[in-house]
Structures are given as C-alpha cells and as structure tokens.
C-alpha cells in the first residue's frame, strides 16, 4: 500500500464586520494610539456582535474552506476546531455546534484548548489521523471571541485582542510533494500564569467572587510572554528548518502568530527574512489567538500571492505555554 500523506487544501476566514480602533480604545483606557501603534504594530481590530458567537464565526470560514476545497461535505469526516473562547465552557464543544449550522451529520467533532498555538495543534491532530489512515478529509477550524474575555479597562490586554475565525481543509494525498512536510507542537505547563483566564474552571467555579474580582477575564504578563515568545518562535523555526535542510530564503510564505509586530520583526530578522517573506496582518486584526493563523493564510490566498505548491512556514506561541512550528506547501489551487 501506497504511504498516505496530508495535504492542505484550501483556506478561508471569516472577520466580523465591526471595528474597534486605537482612537476607540484611548476613549476606554488610558492610552494612546501612538503608544499602541510604537509597540504593537496594531491599527485595529475587528469584534463580534452582541449576538455573533464563535461557531457563528467558525462556520462562516469553515464554508469556505469546503466551498475552496471542491470537497463535498458528505466526505469530509472529522471536525476539530481550536478555541479558548468556545460558545460553551464545558459541552457541547463548538466543533459540534459547527458541524450542526454547515449540515455535516455523523463525523467525529471535538474541540481542542492550545490558546494562539491552536490552528497548529489541530493541524498536527489532522495529520495524525490522516496518516494513520483513520480520516480522509479533516476541516480544522480556529475561531476565538476573545472580546468575551477581555476586561476592557485593562490596558495591557485590551488593545491586543481581536475576534475571528479561519479554517482548513486537510485531505488525504498519496503524493508526498502535496503533504505536510514536518510539524514540531510543545508545551511547557511551568509557565501557565503568563497567559490565564482564571474563570470559569474548577480552580474557580463561578462564584460572586469570580464576578467581582473579573477573574473571568485574560490575566497576561505582557513583557515576560513578550521575552519568552521572540525567544521561542526563533529556536522553534530555526530548528525546522534546519532538519528539514531548507534556508530560510526558500520560504516564500512566513506566517507567524499575529499577536505583537515587534515580536514578529525579531523572530523575521534573526532568521534573516526579507519582508517580503513574513505575512503581516496583526495591524488589522490584533491577536485574534488560535485563528490568527488562518486568517493570515486566507489574507494571503485572496490576495493571490499563495500559489499552488508554494511553500509555508507556519510559527506560534501562546497560552499554555505553548507553541508549534509547521512547514508545509499550499496543496489547493490558487485563487
Ligand atoms: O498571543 C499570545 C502571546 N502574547 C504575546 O505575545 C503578547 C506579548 N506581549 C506584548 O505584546 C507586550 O508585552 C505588550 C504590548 C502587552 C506591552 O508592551 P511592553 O513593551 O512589553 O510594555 P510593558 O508591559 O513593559 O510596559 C511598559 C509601560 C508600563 O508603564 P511603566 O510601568 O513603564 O510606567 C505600562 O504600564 O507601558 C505601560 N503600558 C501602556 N501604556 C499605554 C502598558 N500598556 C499600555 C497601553 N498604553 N495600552
């Protein structure tokens, strides 16, 4: 029997219409949006409505990603979506939910909680099952509503966060050219209080308390993530590359988390990327965490500059700790 790759097939995203600005922020907290600018790289980002949840936004890209792929639903048999901002904490997951609003009926769906690195766990999970041959086409889906756990007075969380939503289809390919050509996903726990949302959870059930102290919003220290983080993309890629003997003027498509543009200019110079190479859209979506990823993907596939067989390295860092490197060629058509 012929070896079975994975093979990434097609992109789409989905950014809610509203726009928070940096003028609409210093109107909210004490800032600036010359300080925002100066050390975020960040312009705006987009929020959902009141009434817009995140399988709302997860389907949306999800029926793109399908609609992309020219894959028909009724094949495609697993579901996995990345989100720490699910439509409900405990159950039903939101790939369920997901499933049920684009009709796919009598597949495996789950939800997986990696923070930013989650577009790339889930594409690790899909090749996992891919070459295994359990599955033949996974849709993955990262989709945050990360306005729902953001405390807009706090300013060194609240002018990061954005929401949205993007999505893969990942398929079966015997053609090795096609797949996913090496994926590295790690974590270390020892760092958990850089990145928490201390409620709702066993550690904290709701409770007045929780209400009052706000504990169901973001906790971040900002500039040790921030360290740690340009620290961590850097080795994470270096050594990707590395193994897989490729330079990093081979990559034509860098695509790092979109959570700081300073963090990205440090990891982008260290591996001697022109910046033509490194994919930017933090400046218009901020830190949308686990769909980040995919959202750049999608801005760059509309766009038409992701071509057919093009190569991408994927890189992020988050909550958790955790973080993942993915190198990997566009498998679906161009646009
Ligand atoms: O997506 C997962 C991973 N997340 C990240 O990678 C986020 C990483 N962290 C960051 O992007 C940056 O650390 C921040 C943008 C959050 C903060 O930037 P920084 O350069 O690390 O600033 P800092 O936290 O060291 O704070 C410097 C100063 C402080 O004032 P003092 O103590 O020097 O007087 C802060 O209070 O900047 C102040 N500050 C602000 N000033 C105006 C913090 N936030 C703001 C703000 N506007 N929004």
Redesign the pocket.
């Known amino acids: 029997m012929s070896q079975i790759y994975a093979s990434f097939r097609s992109i789409g995203a989905y950014v809610p219409e509203k726009i928070l600005s940096n003028a609409d922020?210093e109107k909210m907290?004490?800032?600036?949006d010359e300080?925002?600018l100066k050390?975020?790289g960040i312009k705006e980002r987009h929020i959902a409505a009141d009434d817009e949840v995140t399988s709302d936004m997860g389907a949306k890209a999800a029926a793109l990603a399908i609609e992309r792929s020219a894959i028909p639903k009724e094949e495609i048999d697993l579901v996995i979506c990345a989100t720490v901002t699910p439509d409900y904490f405990n159950m039903p997951s939101t790939a369920c939910i997901i499933s049920d609003k684009l009709g796919i009926n009598n597949v495996q769906a789950f939800d997986i909680s990696a923070?930013?690195s989650g577009f790339v766990y889930v594409l690790s999970i899909a090749k996992a099952f891919i070459e295994s041959g359990m599955k033949k086409n996974v849709l993955i889906i990262g989709a945050e509503k990360f306005s729902s756990i953001v405390d807009y007075t706090d300013?060194?969380?609240?002018?990061?966060f954005g929401d949205g939503a993007g999505a893969a289809m990942i398929s079966a390919t015997t053609k090795k050219e096609e797949g996913i050509i090496d994926l590295h996903a790690s974590a270390d726990g020892a760092y958990a209080d850089f990145?928490v949302t201390p409620a709702p959870g066993t550690v904290h059930p709701v409770s007045q308390q929780v209400l009052d102290e706000g504990l169901n919003f973001v906790q971040?220290k900002?500039?040790e993530?921030?360290k740690l983080?340009v620290k961590t993309l850097t080795k994470d890629v270096k050594e990707i590359l590395a193994k897989n003997e490729i330079p990093s003027e081979d990559i034509p498509h860098f695509i790092p988390?979109q959570?700081?543009y300073?963090?990205i200019k440090a990891v982008g110079d260290a591996l001697k990327m022109k910046e033509e190479q490194v994919v930017l859209t933090v400046g218009k979506y901020g830190?949308t965490?686990a769909a980040?990823i995919p959202m750049a993907i999608n801005d760059i596939w509309e766009s038409g500059r992701l071509k057919t067989g093009e190569l991408m390295l994927l890189d992020t860092?988050?909550?958790g700790l955790t973080w993942a490197s993915a190198l990997l060629p566009f498998a679906g058509k161009s646009k």
């Open positions: 922020l907290v004490d800032t600036t300080w925002i050390r975020t923070a930013c300013r060194g969380t609240c002018i990061l990145l971040m900002g500039n993530t921030f983080a988390h959570a700081n300073r963090i830190n965490s980040s860092f988050g909550g």
